[in-house]
């Protein structure tokens, strides 16, 4: 693993060398790693990003790792995001937007799973994790069809350039009408899984909408989660599966790094507002991570900064003193879903989301006149 790969735009993973270089045993939780190999990582482009997958393995399980990497890995990443994406053929999100509002459609597992999580996300946070907002990430500019190199305008609501000119205020009102997640409703039968639209239509200049959903903030953590239980399944349990350097699963570490104890890792996030500087460090192992903010994808009108996150309440992009959450715990997928709603939510219901998040420890950069503070709901155990 070079250092250039380990730069990531949102957290990195510091790998340092072995301490020792004498013969003694190196043992983590058990396992005798001395002979372990170093770090084997392949990468993949899915979700419109990097996915990286790395281990550190005995040497005669190189080729199982590989046969991995090209066979069940990459078909899991495949199936995840072309069900999730919003434009895929096989994309079950693409038929739950484009059908009739109040239709059923059967859905895959995975999807099921992910609306689950999504559900529970959306319970957890008050509403602040919200999929149903799909409409206002278009209408603000931040949907994947903006990022298409030949992208022009084709919906009524579009701008010649989103960038400068605002949405007419119908068009938030309209689709922040259509957001009610609650509406959208999943159900398990004995003979697959299902989704019933929202009932709910909005009417702006004649065109009829109805309730869409997207999954980009669930999708990522979601797939980090399947990545590491393929691993782990096989036997692997020496690395970490990094999307996009937002989401991460991070098993154990086979190397000593400075600072923490054997078998973890060093998790170092990129600072809101200093350009390749960290703002803290976090030593873990066995668990999942992702980080949010407002300085990844935005524009800028007047004095206001517009991000590709959402506010529930507003149908507009989210305005709050929270710069960046980041959230470690068991599962990866709703540490993303959770990392996005802490930003809506602010650094005071943030905090005083500890009760709900149960076993989930986050971080938020908080502005304040003079740069950014740090809160923290980890007691000291991360950071
Ligand atoms: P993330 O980068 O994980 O914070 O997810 C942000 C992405 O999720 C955005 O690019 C949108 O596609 C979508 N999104 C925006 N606002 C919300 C929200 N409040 N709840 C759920 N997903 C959202
Ligand atoms: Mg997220």
């Known amino acids: 693993m070079t250092k250039k790969m380990l730069k990531t735009v949102v957290a990195a993973l510091a790998v340092a060398l072995p301490v020792s270089l004498c013969a003694c045993s190196v043992v983590v939780d058990g396992t005798d790693v001395t002979d372990y190999t170093g770090m084997q990582y392949t990468t993949y482009d899915f979700f419109n990003t990097n996915t990286t997958v790395s281990c550190y393995l ?18 899991a990443l495949d199936k995840i995001s072309s069900l999730l994406s919003q434009d895929g053929e096989k994309s079950d999100v693409k038929a739950f937007n484009r059908a009739q509002a109040g239709a059923t459609l059967k859905i895959d597992a995975v999807t099921y799973e992910v609306l689950s999580l999504a559900k529970q996300a959306y319970a957890d946070t008050d509403g602040a994790f919200n999929p149903a907002l799909a409409l206002s990430v278009d209408l603000w500019g931040f949907s994947t069809r903006f990022n298409e190199a030949d992208y022009s305008p084709s919906q009524p609501y579009d701008r010649e350039d989103y960038k400068t000119q605002l949405p ?36 702006v200049g004649g065109v009829v909408y109805t309730q869409q959903l997207d999954l980009s903030g669930i999708g990522k953590g979601y797939a980090a989660d399947v990545v590491a239980e393929i691993l782990r399944k096989n036997g692997f349990v ?40 960290y703002y803290f460090k976090a030593y873990v192992k066995d668990a999942s991570l992702a980080t949010s903010g407002n300085y990844q994808q935005y524009y800028e009108i007047g004095d206001r900064r517009y991000s590709h996150i959402i506010d529930p309440h507003t149908g507009e992009p989210y305005i709050s003193d929270v710069l960046t959450a980041s959230v470690f715990g068991e599962n990866a997928a709703l540490c993303d879903a959770y990392s996005t709603a802490l930003c809506v939510l602010g650094s005071e219901k943030a905090i005083a989301l500890d009760s709900e998040l149960q076993g989930y420890t986050y971080t938020v950069a908080v502005e304040t006149d003079q740069g950014f503070k740090v809160l923290s709901n980890a007691d000291g155990k991360l950071v």
């Open 168 to 203: 007419d205020e119908e068009y938030v009102e309209a689709f922040l009408s259509l957001s009610d997640f609650s509406e959208t409703e999943i159900y398990a039968e004995d003979d697959g899984y299902y989704i019933t639209k929202s009932a709910s239509v909005a009417e």
């Open 58 to 75: 005995p040497a005669e399980d190189t080729d199982k790792l590989k046969s991995l990497w090209d066979g069940e890995i990459r078909d």
């Open 238 to 277: 020496f690395g970490y599966v990094d999307i996009g350097a937002s989401s991460m699963s991070l098993m154990k570490n086979a190397r000593k790094e400075a600072g923490t104890e054997l078998g973890k890792w060093t998790v170092s996030v990129l600072s809101p507002t200093e350009s390749g500087k």
